[in-house]
């Protein structure tokens, strides 16, 4: 019963940290909009550095990351404390999924969120530290040649996939089922969401990365001006 209880727990409350909002909160509180308004209208960090500037970018990209680590580090703490907590295996990847989907559908916010790149990116770390740095070289690579971020994340997220298959396949270091599905649900999740980015780029309509400082009033402008 414990460790039923203490897993369903970590996995809640993941998906509540998870469903907390860095981009939406952060152009809310400082920039006074909300980023989902303008750009791409994606609640993340590319799309926050695009609208209102490279900090408002890194600072997103350092309060998802930290809040997937935060929420996976709840679980290994527990395991830690709580001898009796047999399933902190188990309910360190649960918190993983939750905190993604969290991430992706926020309860908050109307279940409209990111696409999970920095997310999944801290969970590719909480699984194993060298799998986080072979995708974080893919999508500098990738990045370096394309200058698209989505190339470069679908190119990371599917880096994940097979670097979690083959260090399971070959058992480097203790990398248990459950990372492997962790691996697998974290991947395809960010290829799935970031289906409207594949679609333009298969119309060859995808924009190239720039952070030029703009306000929400400059892009609300520019939308316009497209539109008419």
């Not at 909002?21 to 509180?29: D, P, V, Y």
């Not at 935060?70 to 527990?78: N, R, S, V």
């Not at 992706?104 to 990111?114: E, H, R, Y």
Request: hydrophobic share 55%; charged share 15%; net charge positive.
């Amino acid at each position: 019963m414990l460790n039923i209880s203490l897993t369903v727990l970590c996995t809640v409350l993941s998906y509540l940290s998870g469903s907390i909002s860095a981009s939406i909160l952060i152009s809310k509180w400082f920039y006074k909009g909300d980023v989902r308004n303008f750009g791409s209208h994606n609640a993340g960090a590319t799309n926050m550095a695009r609208v209102y500037g490279l900090l408002g970018g890194l600072a997103v990209l350092a309060g998802d990351f930290l809040k997937a680590v935060i929420a996976m580090g709840l679980p290994w703490l527990l395991g830690v404390l709580i001898p009796e907590f047999t399933c902190a295996e188990l309910a360190y990847c649960l918190a993983g999924a939750g905190c993604f989907l969290g991430h992706a559908f926020p309860v908050f916010f109307k279940f409209k969120g990111g696409k999970g790149v920095t997310v999944g990116a801290a969970i590719a770390l909480m699984i194993d530290w060298r799998i986080f740095l072979i995708i974080l070289a893919v999508f500098v690579i990738v990045f370096i040649i394309t200058h698209i971020v989505s190339v470069s994340s679908i190119s990371a997220a599917a880096a994940i996939i097979v670097a979690a298959v083959l260090f399971f396949v070959f058992k480097v270091g203790n990398f248990s089922v459950y990372r492997l599905v962790l691996a697998a649900f974290a991947g395809v999740s960010v290829i799935y969401l970031h289906r409207s980015n594949i679609g333009r780029l298969i119309r060859g309509e995808e924009k190239k990365f720039t952070y030029k400082k703009r306000s929400a009033k400059t892009e609300e402008n520019a939308q316009n001006k497209e539109e008419a």
